[in-house]
């Protein structure tokens, strides 16, 4: 599985969330991309008061890893 293009620019929780609000773009239906954006929504407001830059990254880190899962999941060719 390849990295997401543009994973290493990620600095910031609102870089990560715009990110990962381009990413639910590729899923295949309308239904599934709804649903991940309000989850993303929802863990982005679940957060927001993160204010240990360590912790940040360790969410940075596992949020993209969990993206590059779930479009691996959908997307991948039978």
């Known amino acids: ?5 543009g994973t290493e620019l990620i600095h910031t929780p609102v ?3 715009r990110h990962l609000l381009r990413c639910c773009r590729q899923l295949p239906s309308a239904a599934m991309q709804q649903h991940y954006r309000h989850a993303i ?3 982005y407001n679940s957060h927001s008061d993160e204010d240990d830059p360590e912790r940040i990254q360790m969410i940075i880190q596992r949020a993209v890893k969990d993206a590059e899962w779930i479009l691996d999941k959908y997307t991948k060719k039978k």
């Open 15 to 17: 870089q990560l969330y």
């Open 1 to 5: 599985m390849a990295p997401l293009a």
């Open 41 to 43: 929504r929802q863990g």
